[in-house]
């Protein structure tokens, strides 16, 4: 059997970006990634979180409906996705990047009343860099989410057909997984009561992509005929002040160079979907991000810059 290299992103999704990996451990070919410092002192772990807070400003127009997923075990959804971002700033020329282009499978595993349990399996991966594509499509996910759509907790694991492997499968894989973690918060959450055409919600939930800050998203039933919808989505972004202070702890614990201190920030951003109730994803998510930053350095003076984020889900 492969390395099995284990990533837990923590509830809701995201366990972030940690720059110095710890080696994984473990025996023969069962390799277990761990994060570094985790294992010798709690407060070393980044800020976990709550399912999206979602709170309900306008039930819109009658008649009104419980806007629900209606997932049977065994079914299955396949999205195309696609993430591209764009960081300038005082640095020379831009940095850009992002997921590939990939291809994603959902399956439903099992229903519990409101619970329900999703694998996520990554199909197609389209890159000429076989040494990235690989270990994804080596990638077994588990969400645990809400008949609402809001994700309760993601884990997923890499498996490897070579041991001596692991460490670089591992290390590509985490690079990719948060962003595509952060990706699937396209999906919508719905509020618990009942809404109509011209409803309006708030969605609120941390994120690390453009990040770490927290996004409050004011969500528009467009159109709404009872079956079909079309959402209209609004955010704003604020830093997320937990994890930036953990940041600065575990620079300190670690004796590592602080991260630059923010001085200002702000953040905002736009999207649409458009699908079916019943369905597991909607046929359409898409969304534009945009957030500048000035941050004092350690050494002295400031540097600004500012990341654009485009996110995209296409039911296939």
């Known amino acids: 059997m492969g390395a099995v290299l284990v990533l837990l992103l923590g509830a809701c999704g995201d366990a972030g970006e940690v720059p110095d990996l710890g080696a994984p451990v473990g025996n023969g070919d069962e390799a277990v990634a761990t994060e570094p410092g985790t294992q010798d002192t709690a407060a070393m772990a980044p800020p976990g979180h709550e399912p999206a807070e979602v709170a309900l400003l306008d039930a819109g ?36 990047g992002g997921l590939p282009p990939l291809t994603l499978e959902l399956e439903v595993l099992e229903v519990d009343g409101e619970r329900l349990e999703v694998s996520l399996t990554i199909i197609e991966v389209a890159t000429d860099d076989q040494q990235l594509a690989a270990p994804l499509l080596d990638v077994e996910g588990l969400l645990e989410m809400d008949d609402r759509g809001r994700v309760h907790e993601v884990s997923a694991a890499v498996e490897t057909g070579d041991a001596d492997a692991a460490p670089e499968a591992f290390d590509a894989a985490w690079l990719v997984l ?5 990706v699937l918060r396209l999906l919508p959450a719905f509020p618990q009561e009942p809404v109509g055409a011209g409803a309006v919600w708030t969605v609120e939930q941390p994120s690390l992509l453009p ?45 590592d160079i602080p991260p ?14 458009w699908g079916s109730l019943g369905g597991l994803v909607p046929d359409h998510a898409s969304r534009s991000r945009e957030v500048t930053a000035v941050a004092e350095l350690p050494e002295g003076g400031t540097v600004q810059s500012t990341m654009q984020v485009a996110d995209r889900l296409e039911r296939s």
């Open 61 to 96: 127009d009658e008649p009104r409906t419980a806007l629900r997923l209606s997932a049977q075990a065994g079914d299955v959804a396949q999205l195309r996705v696609t993430s591209e971002r764009e960081v300038s700033g005082d640095a020379p020329g831009s940095v850009t």
């Open 178 to 182: 948060p962003e595509l973690f952060d």
């Open 211 to 255: 990040g770490p800050v927290w996004e409050v998203a004011t969500v528009t039933i467009d159109q709404f005929d009872g079956q079909r919808y079309r959402l209209r989505t609004e955010a704003t972004y604020e830093p997320w002040q937990e994890w930036l202070d953990w940041q600065q702890q575990a620079a300190q614990d670690s004796e």
């Open 260 to 273: 630059p201190a923010l001085r200002e920030f702000e953040g905002s951003g736009t999207g649409e979907l």
